[in-house]
T-cell receptor, first 109, second 115 residues
Framework: KNEVEQSPQNLTAQEGEFITINCSYS?????LHWLQQHPGGGIVSLFM???GKKKHGRLIATINIQEKHSSLHITASHPRDSAVYIC???????????FGTGTRLQVTL | NAGVMQNPRHLVRRRGQEARLRCSPM?????VYWYRQLPEEGLKFMVY????????ESGMPKERFSAEFPKEGPSILRIQQVVRGDSAAYFC?????????????FGSGTQLSVL
């Protein structure tokens, strides 16, 4: 069993829809990262969470440490949100991250 | 303040040649991480370096791969005698400290293609 599982693997949404991407993990962590990988390949760090909830613009990330679960929400989705969203675990050693396989999001007009 | 710079963006090598991938961290960052993304697979940790030191190389293949981060200049990931299976996107990331909750800044990656 993988230490980190993301769902769904692929997601298609229409512009304006509310989107949720889930990440479940099975190990103890010091932090969880949400990353965005654009079609061109570049990776951007969206959030780093160790508890609670963070918000940045239309993006919201939550984490429940007891349930070992995190969600990334996108409100009022837009085609420019189309990307692969990756959940990554920090299990304690600096930033030697363990990555999920990603959720490929396509937002259409 | 320039971000993490990786070069080249694309590198083509024939089997048996050497590949050198460079990563210049953000200004003020002394911690560098290399990750590999094989086709249709997720990212995998390779190596963590601080200036002049390899801290954790547990994700590096045992042979042909090496990494360095000299006192001056960029971090280098070196792959000797490349094989087709080395074709992948190689990303580096940097941070200003080794705290577990430190935000990472990623480069744009080097796409290595081995013919």
């Amino acid at each position: 069993k993988n230490e980190v599982e993301q769902s769904p693997q692929n997601l298609t949404a229409q512009e304006g829809e509310f989107i949720t991407i889930n990440c479940s993990y099975s190990v103890g962590i010091s932090a969880l990262h949400w990353l965005q990988q654009h079609p061109g390949g570049g990776i951007v760090s969206l959030f780093m969470l160790s508890s609670g909830k963070k918000k940045h613009g239309r993006l919201i990330a939550t984490i429940n440490i007891q349930e070992k679960h995190s969600s990334l929400h996108i409100t009022a989705s837009h085609p420019r949100d189309s990307a692969v969203y990756i959940c990554a675990l920090n299990t304690g050693t600096a930033s030697k991250l363990t990555f999920g396989t990603g959720t490929r999001l396509q937002v259409t007009l | 303040n320039a971000g993490v710079m990786q070069n080249p963006r694309h590198l083509v090598r024939r089997r048996g040649q050497e590949a050198r991938l460079r990563c210049s961290p953000m200004k003020g960052h002394s911690h560098v991480y290399w990750y590999r993304q094989l086709p249709e697979e997720g990212l995998k940790f390779m190596v963590y370096l601080q200036k002049e030191n390899i801290i954790d190389e547990s994700g590096m293949p045992k042979e042909r791969f090496s990494a360095e981060f000299p006192k001056e200049g960029p971090s280098i990931l070196r792959i000797q005698q490349v094989v087709r299976g080395d074709s992948a996107a190689y990303f580096c990331a940097s941070s200003p400290s080794n705290r577990p909750n430190e935000k990472l800044f990623f480069g744009s990656g080097t796409q290595l293609s081995v013919l």
